[in-house]
Every structure is written in C-alpha cells, then in structure tokens.
C-alpha cells in the first residue's frame, strides 16, 4: 500500500524501467524480457500492470493481473488499482478489484489511487481490504448476522459497541449474532461469541461452545471482555 501514489509512481519510473501500450500478448513479453534483464544483472525489480488512464472496465484490469500471474516471473507482483468514474464507489471498485485476485492468492503488494481519498483514507481502504482477504490480519475481525424478525436486540447498536471496546484486538474475531436459533451455526470460525438467547439476554461463546448463558444485557459487554481476558487474548488499548 503506498499512501501517495504520485509520488510511489514517479519514484517507480526513475527506479525502474516501465513498458507502455495495450496489447496484453506484448505487454507480458515485454514484462518477461525486463524480469530476466533484471534478475540477469541483479536488479531489485517489481512486475505489475498499471491501469493506464483507469478506464478499462473491472474485468480487464483482473484478467491482466490473472494472466501476470501464470508468467514464470520470481518478482513481486504488485496490484494497482484507479478509481473509475463508474457509479460504483471507490472503495467498493477497489474492493472488489483486489478481492478477487487476492482471495485467490495473486498478488504480493498493493497499490492504489483514488483523487477522493485521504491518506487516512487509503490506509483505511488497505488494511481493511487486506483484513478481508485474510493476507494481512491487523485489527479485530467481526463477524455479524444481517438481523431478521428474530433478532433479539438493536444489532448496528450493539455491534458499534462492541467494536469501540474490542476492535483494537489484533488478530481476535468476534461473532456477534441476533439469536441463538441459527447464530451459534453461523459464527464461522470465530473466537467468541456474543449471541442474544432471549429479551434482555446474552449467551457467550469460545468457539463453537456455549460458556456463558442468560447474561444480562447490560453485563453482557464486560463478560465478553473478561472471557477474552480468561484465554490471554486482551490487550489493553
Ligand atoms: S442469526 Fe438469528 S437473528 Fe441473526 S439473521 Fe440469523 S436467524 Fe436472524
């Protein structure tokens, strides 16, 4: 991830050599023949394909990362992403540009550029992106139900307090689920549990286990802390 990209770019071209044009079949040649020139004279070296003016369409830029991908190139593959003027948002473009490649294990870098963001921004998108690919854990990973008629509690409500409590648990996952008729098996493959099991209560979970039943609401919070502190998974923030 490089937060100014300009800058990255240019520093990018002074430092090594960029091959231009649109044919995928002679971008790769090109791309082969300065992977061996660079490796032939030792040369720390990059290979991606850089969305020229980012109008291609979100198929065409993946299918080029795909194709790099197969080359027999021992160099990091470093994916760039530019924001289209698309009705699709930046940040979902972006997700869902490297999500594919990166779920499927291509990719070894990113690198991104989008006139709207900040640079807490890109930093954000990044980390967050990379979280949710599970190449680079850096933050608590939640996991929530989308909520229905059995829901037993507020869930964005509870699920925004939870997270200003705990989100800065690196690593740790934690399910947070409307009811204990389908919320326990949906948990994937969390560390703990919060689970409504009634009006006004909570059920807690380590793995796949019930440990806690029947919690008060309003206790629920600080159980759920002390059980993460039980198995040596707290930090404090
Ligand atoms: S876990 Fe329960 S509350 Fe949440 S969506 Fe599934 S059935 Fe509804």
Redesign the pocket.
């Known amino acids: 991830m490089q937060a100014d990209f300009e800058d990255y770019h240019t520093a990018l071209h002074l430092a090594f050599p960029f091959v231009e044009g649109r044919d995928l079949r002679l971008l790769l040649d090109q791309i082969q023949v300065l992977h061996a020139f660079c490796r032939e004279y030792g040369l720390p070296h990059v290979v991606s394909i850089y969305p020229e003016d980012g109008t291609q369409p979100f198929d065409y830029q993946v299918g080029n990362y795909r194709a790099l991908a197969q080359l027999p190139l021992d160099a990091p593959l470093v994916l760039c992403f530019r924001h289209r003027n698309t009705n699709l948002e930046p940040v979902s473009q972006a997700a869902t540009e490297f999500g594919s490649l990166l779920c499927d294990g291509i990719g070894d870098a990113i690198m991104m550029e989008c006139d709207t963001w900040s640079a807490k921004t890109y930093t954000q998108v990044a980390f967050t992106i990379l979280q949710a690919a599970r190449v680079r854990i850096s933050k608590t990973e939640f996991i929530s139900?989308?909520?229905?008629?059995?829901?037993?509690f507020d869930?964005q409500e509870t699920t925004a307090r939870i997270k200003s409590q705990t989100s800065h648990l690196k690593g740790v996952k934690i399910a947070i689920?409307?009811?204990i008729?389908?919320?326990p098996g949906?948990m994937a493959d969390a560390d703990f549990g919060y689970v409504?099991s009634g009006v006004g209560k909570i059920d807690l979970y380590v793995g796949k286990e019930k440990v806690k039943t029947n919690i008060p609401t309003e206790q629920a919070d600080q159980a759920l802390i002390d059980l993460i502190k039980a198995h040596g998974m707290w930090q404090d923030p």
Do not use: I
């Open positions: 139900c989308p909520s229905c008629g059995r829901t037993l869930l689920m409307g009811c008729v389908n919320g949906e409504g």
